[in-house]
């Protein structure tokens, strides 16, 4: 018989139920982009009425998590023994979904997070659960050298001052040279929505994004922080079904439309 837990989170930790939410909706499609049994239980496992705080479920998360997948899939393919960093991971199953024998994953969250994690994943040698901020330096000494490194941040980096992501860009370039790093972020619109008080519903309003960047200014303000980056590129994210997908892709085709958007983007820092 499972045990129901109340996972009493609030503030940004509290938003790894909202993905959740979505991410199990999407995997409990016959027709969705991800299958994953693992959320489908955690999600039924937690005590939380999800549609009370975040409204009906959709798509969005899901294929944010597709879209992961797929970076680190072809990762892995290249480096059997690579090692993933997964910042602000919460409830996020991504190893499950994906792996290989030899690879190192760290997951790298806030430590209420990590106690909500551990109660339905279990950290191991090859699976390490680093219990501090993503912005917290300690959890690169984790990082072994002489690997290939793929470091992701889904949802986080948002919530984060734009002088603190350009510090933990730079300390990435410093430290992990030639490591590949994908994030998402949302456009200063609706950063500005959050600072003002966004109620998502009646119920819940969102923790304060302070970091919103405008996506044809993504490139130019990187390669102000770190100027040696390799690549910048914007990862395409285009609806799974309906008549949202042609939509999401015309709007790709739309700059003024376009840069109002979310987006994902990969980065690679220069070798040294």
Not at 140 to 168: C, H, I, K, N, W
Not at 180 to 193: E, K, N, T, V, Y
Not at 215 to 222: C, E, F, K, S, V
Not at 260 to 265: A, E, F, K, R, V
Request: include cysteine.
């Amino acid at each position: 018989m499972t045990t129901s837990h109340v996972p009493n989170l609030t503030g940004v930790p509290e938003t790894m139920l909202w993905t959740l939410h979505n991410r199990a909706s999407e995997a409990a499609r016959p027709d969705g982009v991800i299958r994953d049994p693992l959320a489908l239980r955690i999600h039924r496992t937690l005590d939380y009425d999800y549609e009370r705080a975040f409204g009906p479920a959709d798509y969005s998360h899901g294929v944010r998590s597709a879209i992961f997948d797929a970076e680190l899939r072809a990762f892995l393919d290249a480096h059997p023994d690579g090692v993933i960093v997964n910042l602000g991971e919460g409830l996020e199953t991504q190893r499950f979904r994906l792996d290989s024998e030899r690879s190192l994953w760290l997951s790298v969250d806030l430590p209420e997070a990590i106690a909500i994690r551990e109660r339905f994943i279990t950290a191991d040698a090859r699976h390490l659960h680093l219990a501090m901020s993503a912005l917290d330096t300690r959890w690169f000494d984790r990082v072994p050298p002489g690997r290939s490194v793929y470091v992701t941040a889904q949802g986080l980096l948002m919530y984060f001052d734009p002088e603190a992501v350009a510090g933990l860009l730079r300390e990435m370039a410093a430290r992990l040279p030639g490591a590949w790093f994908a994030f998402d972020h949302i456009p200063g619109w609706l950063s500005r929505r959050t600072l003002r008080g966004w109620w998502k519903t009646p119920h819940y309003r969102t923790p304060e994004m302070p970091w919103g960047i405008a996506r044809h200014r993504i490139a130019p303000t990187l390669c102000g922080w770190v100027p040696d980056l390799v690549e910048v590129r914007a990862l395409d994210f285009v609806a799974p079904r309906g008549a949202a997908r042609p939509l999401s892709w015309l709007v790709a085709r739309l700059p003024l439309v376009w840069r109002l958007l979310p987006g994902i983007t990969r980065v690679r820092f220069a070798g040294r």
